[in-house]
Structure formats: C-alpha cells, structure tokens
C-alpha cells in the first residue's frame, strides 16, 4: 500500500518565517510533487521532481523552492512566508517507470498552513 | 495553455438520482484525462482514469473530443458519493513525470 506522509497536519507561521514542510513516500516513485488547494481554485502544481536533484517549476512557483536530496523525501521550502501563502499544502507521489498504475498520483493527508 | 474547467462549484443531488458532474479542457494535444475524488477527512485519490474505460462505484466518463468534455456520471446517486470531486488533465510527461492541471473542483452533495 503506498504510504506518502507529510511532517505537519497543522502548521502556523509568522509573516517572513522561513518554512520547510517535509513529504516522504515509501513506494520507490521516481516523482514527487507539490500543490496547494484553494477552495474554488482547485489544486496547482507549484514544483514537482522526477529524479533525486531534479527538480521543474509547475504552475505557481513564485515564493517557493523545493529540495530533493534523497529519492524518498521531497522537501517545499518558504523563503519568506506570506499572509497569501496561507493554504492547504498536498503531496504527491507517482511511479516514473511506466510498469506502476498508470502515472496515477498518491497523495499525503495535506499540511494546512496559516500565515500570520 | 492547458485549461481544465469544472463549471460547477456545488451540486447537489437526492439520493437515487442521476449525477453529472461537468469537465470541459482545453489543450491542443491528445490529453489524458482523469477524475480525483477527495471523501471527507480523507485524502485525494484516484477514482478513474478515460484510458481504463472503466467504471468505479458506478462512475463513468466518456472523453468527448469533439466537445472537448469529459463528463462524470453515475446513474443512481448514493449517499456515500458525497465528496470533492476533481477532474485532472496531464499535458506534458518529462522523464516519466506526469504532471496533471486540475479544475477547480466540485462538491457533490447526496441528499438522503
């Protein structure tokens, strides 16, 4: 069963706190991804990584940088936290060899982030 | 650009009747498409992907080309569908790495 765990459940922040939220998988996936949730937005990809020090920008990556130093563990990073940046954070995880289910995604239970 | 719309932010249904949830996209390739479902105090998860043609807890969807919709429908609703419902399209694969666009989610409610 595959098994993707985020640091924090629940995580409140000061305005210009540098924040780490931490997602580990236990499947092996090559790929690793990060969203926020936003009611009425729906979910977008802010970095995702397909190899261990690989890393791509998604959709909304301003504000953010990501670390991948081990295959298992992929790390989101807030420079200088923002009010604007309070949300829900989720991570995914999906298998890059193409002999796994169809590039499907796992997601972790989420991290909710609140700036203030 | 790659668009996924779900024009409905909330529906709701009694229980037994037809659901629909709608998804129109946008992308100029041939897309893969999917819909997530997110039940309460549980996590996102896939609920059915078109390639499959398959149906799971009674849900299908049929990738329209031509209207450029690929539209969640469950003939019998029940309560336990109730949850957020995404539909998800993946444009783009770097080294295996599926990324997906998502709309913006639709919360299904089944009135008992």
């Known amino acids: 069963d595959v098994k993707v765990t985020q640091s924090s459940r629940y995580l409140v922040k000061r305005t210009g706190e540098k924040v780490f939220l931490e997602c580990v998988q236990d499947?092996?996936?090559?790929?690793m991804f990060w969203y926020r949730q936003d009611p009425g937005l729906g979910l977008r990809l802010i970095y995702f990584?397909?190899?261990?020090?690989?890393?791509e920008k998604g959709d909304i990556p301003e504000g953010y940088s990501v670390s991948r130093e081990k295959k298992e563990r992929f790390s989101l990073i807030l420079e200088s936290a923002s009010t604007n940046q309070t949300s829900m954070y989720l991570c995914?995880?999906?298998?890059?060899?193409?002999?796994?289910?169809?590039?499907?995604?796992?997601f972790g239970p989420g991290t909710r982030l609140t700036v203030t | 650009a790659q668009r996924v719309t779900q024009p409905e932010k909330l529906l709701s249904v009694f229980k037994g009747a037809p659901v629909e949830l709608k998804c129109n996209y946008s992308y100029s390739g041939s897309p893969e498409l999917f819909w997530y479902v997110q039940y309460s105090r549980q996590r996102l998860q896939l609920l059915l992907r078109h390639i499959s043609r398959e149906s799971i807890k009674g849900f299908t969807a049929d990738l329209n080309k031509g209207e450029t919709s690929f539209h969640l429908k469950k003939p019998f609703a029940q309560e336990e569908d109730s949850a957020m419902y995404y539909c998800?399209?993946?444009?783009?694969?770097?080294?295996?790495?599926?990324?997906?666009?998502f709309g913006q989610g639709t919360r299904l409610t089944i009135n008992p």
């Open positions: 995914a995880s999906s298998d890059g060899t193409g002999l796994g289910p169809l590039y499907e995604q796992y």
């Open positions: 499947m092996d996936h090559e790929n």
């Open positions: 990584s397909y190899d261990v020090k690989m890393k």
């Open positions: 998800a399209l993946s444009p783009l694969i770097i080294q295996g790495a599926q990324k997906l666009v």
